[in-house]
Antibody, heavy 119, light 107 residues
């Protein structure tokens, strides 16, 4: 069974940093692209970042470019999101999601981890 | 950036009735369009991909159609578990973009 489990969320002050992790199991992580999607409280889904299977291709939403860094460690079956210079508008549930390489949908999602940016 | 626009924002439907949800892209996304269902407090779940292909385990009452810029998700006979929020997403271009969602509520 495919499982994605996010961790690392919490309360952080504006300007602070946080590192999210996503532990993958039930499939071969190195065969898939991985993605982060966030959802602010009561709002819709917003794509944040994507990374190809071998980390060659990386994409960011303009809203996080220069502040967030996506990475992965296929040997540890893990995906990461390093978030720096956090702002109140980054407050959201952050989901990791899997996709097949190329133009493909997000076929499996984790349950999410809540990040709250507040003083 | 491709803007995805869903309508209506809220759809009130009685159990057993048909629901039709629309999604429009600001430019062509070919058939690279997915629909997701999100129940309260849950993660999104992939329902439809490539505009019309049901994901694994998705009941036949869910169907998708369209290509280019106009897409439709139809739920043929609403069950209690179908009352949720539905999002469309294009994966033809970067950045990947979602519609704002359609909430299907009990009438």
């Amino acid at each position: 069974e495919v499982q994605l489990v996010e961790s690392g969320g919490g309360l952080v002050k504006p300007g602070g940093s946080l590192r999210l992790s996503c532990a993958a199991s039930g499939f071969t992580l190195s065969s898939y692209s991985m993605n982060w999607v966030r959802q602010a409280p009561g709002k819709g889904l917003e794509w944040v970042s994507s990374i190809s299977s071998s980390s060659i291709f990386i994409y960011y939403a303009d809203s996080v470019k220069g502040r967030f860094t996506i990475s992965r460690d296929n040997a540890k079956n893990s995906l990461y999101l390093q978030m720096n210079s956090l702002r109140a508008e980054d407050t959201a549930v952050y989901y990791c999601a899997r996709s097949v390489a190329g133009p493909n949908p997000f076929d499996s999602w984790g349950q999410g981890t809540l990040v709250t940016v507040s003083s | 950036e491709i803007v995805m626009t869903q309508s209506p924002a809220t759809l009130s439907v009685s159990p057993g009735e048909r629901a039709t949800l629309s999604c429009r892209a600001s430019q062509s996304v070919s058939s690279n369009l997915a629909w997701y269902q999100q129940e309260p407090g849950q993660a999104p779940r992939l329902l439809i991909y490539d505009a019309s292909t049901r994901a694994t385990g998705i009941p036949a009452r869910f169907s998708g159609s369209g290509s280019g810029t106009e897409f439709t998700l139809t739920i043929s006979s609403l069950q209690s578990e179908d009352f949720a929020v539905y999002y469309c997403q294009q994966y033809n271009n970067w950045p990947r973009t979602f519609g704002q969602g359609t909430k299907v509520e009990i009438k």
